[in-house]
C-alpha cells in the first residue's frame, strides 16, 4: 500500500517545518498558501503547490491545516467541505478548546473525518525527540494520519472530546508563561544591583529544577481535596509580602505577584489562613 499523499494549507514557520519534516520522511506533499510566493521553496524542494484551497484537498489523502487562527481555519475550510469529504482533515491551528468543538461540530454536519491537534512545540523542534503533539477527536481520524502524524514527533491521542487537546496545549502553556513571568520579576529585580539576565537566568534554571518535583506533592494534596496540612495560607501571605515589599523597595513593580496576595488575602480573611497555602488552586474557579 502507497504512502498518502500530505497536503499542508499554510505555510507560517510552522507549517513550511511541517511540509519539510513530512518531504524528508518520504511523503509525497502538496502545499497551498495564501500568499503563493511562500510555495516556491517547497515546490524547489519536491512538493507540488495548489492553487487553490479545494485544489490542496483534491491532491491530498490527509489534510493537515496550520493557518492563523480559528476564523481563518473556518473561512478556508467552510467553502471547500465537499472537495473534504473522503479526506482526513487534521487542524493543527492553535485555537481555544470551545473553538476545537465547534471547528469539529462542523465537519460532523458535513460528514468529513475530522481530528483537531495541538503543538507542544516550536518550528524547529518538530521532527526531533523534543517534539510533542496532542490530538483529540475522531479515533479512526487519529489512527488513519498516525503513522505521517508520529514524524513530525510524539503523538497522543487525549480523547473522543475534540477540545481535550487544546485543553491540556492551553493549561500547559499556561504553566510556561506563568513560570516565565516570575523570571522577568527575578531579572527586573537583580538588575538593579548590576546582575545581568543571562546571571539571573542560570541561578532560576538551577532554582526551578530543584523545586519542580514539589508539583507532584501539590498535586496529591489537591486531588485529596484535604488543605488541612502543609505551609499555611498565612504564612505563605507574609512570604510573598515580603517579595512584594522588596521588589519594590528595589524600584521594581510586583504586577506579577499581586494577583497571588489577593487571592491569599481572600482566603485569610475567609477564616482559611490556617488551611494549606495550595488551596489557593480553589479560589481559580469562576465564581
Known amino acids: 500500500m502507497s504512502e498518502p499523499t500530505i497536503g499542508i494549507?499554510?505555510?507560517?514557520?510552522?507549517?513550511?517545518?511541517?511540509?519539510?519534516?513530512?518531504?524528508?520522511?518520504?511523503?509525497?506533499?502538496?502545499?497551498?498558501?495564501?500568499?503563493?510566493?511562500?510555495?516556491?521553496?517547497?515546490?524547489?524542494?519536491?512538493?507540488t503547490a495548489a492553487?487553490?484551497?479545494?485544489?490542496?484537498?483534491?491532491?491530498?489523502?490527509?489534510?493537515?491545516?496550520?493557518?492563523?487562527?480559528?476564523?481563518?481555519?473556518?473561512?478556508?475550510?467552510?467553502?471547500?467541505?465537499?472537495?473534504l469529504k473522503g479526506k482526513v482533515v487534521v487542524n493543527l491551528t492553535t485555537t481555544t478548546p470551545n473553538e476545537a468543538r465547534s471547528t469539529a461540530a462542523w465537519a460532523a454536519e458535513q460528514g468529513l473525518t475530522y481530528l483537531d491537534g495541538a503543538m507542544m512545540a516550536v518550528p524547529e523542534m518538530i521532527g526531533t525527540p523534543a517534539s510533542r503533539l496532542l490530538y483529540s477527536g475522531d479515533r479512526d481520524a487519529y489512527d488513519i494520519a498516525l503513522p505521517a502524524l508520529e514524524t513530525l514527533g510524539a503523538a497522543d491521542y487525549e480523547g473522543q472530546d475534540a477540545g481535550l487537546a487544546s485543553l491540556k496545549d492551553m493549561a500547559l502553556l499556561t504553566s510556561m508563561y506563568q513560570m516565565f513571568d516570575g523570571f522577568m520579576q527575578a531579572v527586573a529585580m537583580m538588575r538593579t544591583v548590576g546582575v545581568s539576565a543571562a546571571e539571573?537566568?542560570?541561578?532560576?534554571?538551577?532554582?526551578?529544577?530543584?523545586?519542580?518535583?514539589?508539583?507532584?506533592?501539590?498535586?496529591?494534596?489537591?486531588?485529596?481535596?484535604?488543605?488541612?496540612?502543609?505551609?499555611?495560607?498565612?504564612?505563605?501571605?507574609a512570604a510573598v509580602g515580603s517579595l512584594i515589599t522588596a521588589a519594590r523597595e528595589q524600584g521594581v513593580g510586583a504586577d506579577f505577584l499581586e494577583p497571588l496576595m489577593r487571592h491569599l488575602d481572600e482566603l485569610s480573611a475567609t477564616g482559611r489562613g490556617g488551611a494549606d497555602w495550595i488551596s489557593v488552586n480553589e479560589q481559580l474557579a469562576i465564581k
Open 51 to 83: 492553487a487553490t484551497v479545494a485544489e490542496a484537498a483534491a491532491q491530498s489523502d490527509i489534510l493537515l491545516v496550520v493557518l492563523l487562527d480559528h476564523a481563518s481555519v473556518r473561512e478556508h475550510l467552510e467553502p471547500v467541505a465537499a472537495d
Open 200 to 237: 539571573t537566568a542560570a541561578e532560576v534554571s538551577g532554582w526551578l529544577g530543584a523545586v519542580l518535583p514539589h508539583t507532584e506533592q501539590f498535586a496529591a494534596v489537591i486531588d485529596s481535596g484535604d488543605y488541612s496540612g502543609g505551609q499555611s495560607v498565612d504564612f505563605t501571605r
Open 9 to 47: 494549507l499554510g505555510l507560517g514557520a510552522m507549517g513550511s517545518a511541517i511540509a519539510t519534516r513530512l518531504r524528508e520522511s518520504g511523503y509525497a506533499t502538496t502545499v497551498w498558501n495564501r500568499t503563493a510566493a511562500k510555495t516556491e521553496p517547497h515546490v524547489k524542494a519536491g512538493s
